[in-house]
């Protein structure tokens, strides 16, 4: 199997580790065009996946 011919820096490593840390979170847009965030349950409404979970007093 090869083998490197050098060392690889802790610079380079840190570098190529550090590229993947930052990630925007991703939101979806509810039937009245608020924003919240995917998998969650959207708080201006109470629907998940097109199911009232939460009761709302209005």
Do not use: C, W
Request: glycine content about 6%.
């Amino acid at each position: 199997m090869a083998q490197p011919k050098r060392k690889q820096s802790k610079q380079r490593s840190r570098k190529r580790r550090g590229a993947n840390r930052f990630v925007a979170p991703q939101f979806s847009k509810s039937t009245d065009g608020s924003l919240f965030m995917m998998h969650h349950v959207d708080p201006s409404t109470g629907i998940y996946r097109g199911r009232q979970v939460i009761a709302f007093e209005e």
